[in-house]
């Protein structure tokens, strides 16, 4: 479980990690979600948040 900041996470739509779908979000406010990083996920996973605005830039991640 990770939880990613920032701005208009509101509005999320959708995120994948390392190009893998989340499908267990929970929006703990205006500005945080947490995710479930899916279990194949390893080493260096780069975020990508897309809300009604649209795709965010890659947010670096390395996964344990």
């Known amino acids: ?11 999320m739509v959708s ?15 205006a ?6 990083v899916p279990a194949s996920v390893s080493g260096p996973a780069p975020i990508i948040i897309t809300n009604s605005v649209g795709a965010s830039n890659s947010l670096a991640y390395t996964a344990a």
Do not use: F, H
């Open 1 to 11: 479980l990770i939880k990613v900041r920032g701005y208009n996470l509101s509005s």
């Open 31 to 36: 500005y945080t979600v947490a995710q479930l």
């Open 15 to 29: 995120a994948t990690i390392d190009g893998q779908t989340v499908l267990e979000r929970l929006p703990i406010d």
